[in-house]
């Protein structure tokens, strides 16, 4: 008997939970607030997020729905030919079942549709939680920007490079097949 073999499928795939990935827009962002400043001592404002939606050829922030729910949210800025990670916040209650690994994939397949070829973030030194979920991506620490958080509070700047060739291609489906049992994910432009 093989590992697993006692959950019927049947079974597996009912805890499989349908997942929309769709553009932000200005409708969400009370829901996005609620996230965001739970999330983030700095949280951004209402305006801020309205500012960057109006920027839609540098920009592109995704949500994530489980139903009626809005449970995650991300966004890109292009430069040049880098996607620049400005954010991502999964709901507490979420955090740690795979959907920030989900919407990051999103978020470099929209990367790599807009014609990106790099990755890059800032993340506060000690957040593990994001830590996995970046080194995951290939994201590697490249220098650190002292009190970047706040005093004593240090931001590490990541890196993946060639998010568009063959190789980082294979990582990602490997990446998405990895909570493919967990999640069945819609992808909305
Ligand atoms: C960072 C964040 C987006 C990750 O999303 P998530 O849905 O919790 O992450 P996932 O469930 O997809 O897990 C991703 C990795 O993090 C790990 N992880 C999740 N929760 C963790 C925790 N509490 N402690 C340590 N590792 C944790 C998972 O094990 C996984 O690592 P693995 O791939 O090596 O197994 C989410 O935790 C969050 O919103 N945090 C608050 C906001 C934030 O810090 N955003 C990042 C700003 S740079």
């Given at each position: 008997m093989t590992e697993g073999s006692s959950i019927r499928p049947d079974e597996s795939r009912r805890e499989r939970r349908h997942v929309v990935i769709a553009p932000m827009r200005t409708s969400d962002l009370s829901a996005v607030l609620r996230i965001e400043e739970a999330a983030f001592d700095e949280a951004w404002s209402r305006r801020l997020f309205e500012e960057e939606l109006a920027q839609r050829t540098s920009r592109a922030y995704r949500t994530a729905w489980l139903g009626t729910e809005l449970v995650a949210y991300g966004g890109i800025m292009a430069v040049d030919d880098e996607a620049h990670l400005n954010n991502i916040a999964v709901a507490a209650t979420e955090q740690g079942t795979g959907l920030g690994t989900v919407l990051l994939c999103d978020l470099v397949r929209t990367s790599l549709a807009r014609g990106l070829a790099h990755l890059t973030l800032e993340v506060e030194v000690g957040n593990e939680p994001a830590l996995a979920l970046y080194r995951r991506f290939g994201l590697a620490p490249v220098g650190v920007r002292p009190?970047?958080?706040?005093?004593?509070r240090n931001g590490l700047i990541m890196w993946v490079r060639d998010i568009d060739t063959g190789d980082y291609a294979e990582r990602l489906s490997a990446i998405e097949a990895s909570v493919s049992d967990r999640f069945d994910v819609e992808r909305r432009l």
């Amino acid at each position: 008997m093989t590992e697993g073999s006692s959950i019927r499928p049947d079974e597996s795939r009912r805890e499989r939970r349908h997942v929309v990935i769709a553009p932000m827009r200005t409708s969400d962002l009370s829901a996005v607030l609620r996230i965001e400043e739970a999330a983030f001592d700095e949280a951004w404002s209402r305006r801020l997020f309205e500012e960057e939606l109006a920027q839609r050829t540098s920009r592109a922030y995704r949500t994530a729905w489980l139903g009626t729910e809005l449970v995650a949210y991300g966004g890109i800025m292009a430069v040049d030919d880098e996607a620049h990670l400005n954010n991502i916040a999964v709901a507490a209650t979420e955090q740690g079942t795979g959907l920030g690994t989900v919407l990051l994939c999103d978020l470099v397949r929209t990367s790599l549709a807009r014609g990106l070829a790099h990755l890059t973030l800032e993340v506060e030194v000690g957040n593990e939680p994001a830590l996995a979920l970046y080194r995951r991506f290939g994201l590697a620490p490249v220098g650190v920007r002292p009190d970047y958080y706040g005093p004593g509070r240090n931001g590490l700047i990541m890196w993946v490079r060639d998010i568009d060739t063959g190789d980082y291609a294979e990582r990602l489906s490997a990446i998405e097949a990895s909570v493919s049992d967990r999640f069945d994910v819609e992808r909305r432009l």
